[in-house]
């Protein structure tokens, strides 16, 4: 088969799915770090964390800017940016695209810290999980690959710790106010500490 | 304290910094390796898969109008294919064949000779039987 016409195509779907796992392993990092187990290596955590939620938006724009390039799908700027506009799966398509904002706009106010406050930056933070779901669904729904052996491995491996991760965390929460908070140790604190 | 562990305290709390920011900077060089590798590994493996005919959407495995939920607008306007297929639209040019001119030859057709229709013989009908005269007396 002739591949050449699909080289968007294919770099689309590939940061996608490299999108899906960054953002994966930085929100089961993120809430690895909420966690008050003492580590003493909270800061390198804090490192990789960053650095795996930067990457992954990168991924993100490389996965929507690509497409503009397929002649195929040929989304338009509005297909790729303005959610439930596209004529392509409108619902699915409009669900990444929320999610894409959601997380870049939680991501980025991180360097806003200090002008938005750090415990309303915690609690918008907390935010992040939903959007990554989102995110999920959007792959699920939209995702070409959503089906395939390898890639449920792949995403598999880093998506299921995570979403284990935040079940506890939100199962903490839901059980309980009068519960001691080291029952679910990982699920303790909401956020990192500020740097 | 006197001055000198106040100074040698600060210049351990800088080289502890230091060396923190180098391993925080080794680690995002690291984990922006690990994730161009990860995008790369993913791209092959999609591009082998399409190369080698068993895409998902493209291949002869994809279920039929997996990819049908609806048109773009934006293809449609300008002609392209369907998403029923990824593939691009081969349009194979039409064989022309050369006409060939074959030699009129006049061919007599014989005379039509015309169809002599015999008319139906028509029977006069029944000539109705005259009404039987009612009196007062009967």
């Known amino acids: 088969m002739n591949v050449a016409p699909h080289l968007f195509w294919i770099t689309s779907r590939a940061a996608g799915g490299a999108a899906l796992l960054l953002a994966s392993a930085s929100v089961g990092l993120g809430l690895m770090m909420g966690s008050k187990r003492k580590t003493e290596n909270k800061r390198d955590f804090r490192a990789v964390h960053e650095a795996l939620s930067l990457t992954a938006l990168a991924m993100v724009a490389l996965h929507g800017l690509s497409l503009l390039g397929d002649a195929w799908l040929n989304p338009g700027l509005g297909g790729i940016a303005i959610p439930f506009v596209g004529a392509y799966r409108p619902l699915w398509t409009g669900l990444g695209i929320v999610a894409g904002y ?18 309303r930056w915690r609690r918008a933070h907390r935010l992040t999980a939903v959007f990554w779901l989102l995110a999920i669904v959007h792959t699920i729904g939209a995702g070409s690959d959503a089906a395939q052996v390898w890639f449920l491995l792949i995403s598999g491996a880093l998506v299921v710790p995570a979403a284990l991760l935040l079940a506890l965390r939100w199962l903490a929460r839901i059980g309980g106010a009068g519960e001691s908070p080291q029952r679910f140790p990982m699920a303790a604190s909401s ?5 | 304290m006197d001055s000198y562990e106040k100074i040698e305290r600060k210049r351990n709390a800088r080289r502890r910094r230091r060396a923190q920011q180098l391993r925080a900077g080794a680690l995002r060089s690291r984990v922006v390796a690990i994730s161009l590798a990860c995008f790369a590994l993913l791209w092959g493996i999609v591009f082998v898969q399409m190369a080698t005919g068993n895409d998902p959407v493209l291949g002869p495995a994809a279920p039929h109008g997996s990819r049908t939920a609806s048109r773009p607008r934006s293809s449609a306007a300008s002609g392209s294919p369907p998403l029923e297929s990824r593939q691009p639209e081969v349009v194979e040019p039409e064989p022309v064949e050369p006409e060939v001119v074959e030699p009129e030859v006049e061919v007599e057709e014989p005379p039509v000779e015309e169809e002599f229709v015999e008319p139906e013989a028509v029977e006069p009908e029944p000539e109705p039987e005259p009404a039987p005269v009612v009196t007062s007396s009967s």
Do not use: C, K, T, V
């Open chain 1, 102 to 119: 959601g997380l870049a706009g939680l991501g980025i106010s991180y360097y806003f810290r200090n002008r938005i406050g750090a415990a």
């Open chain 1, 191 to 195: 956020a990192p500490p500020a740097r």
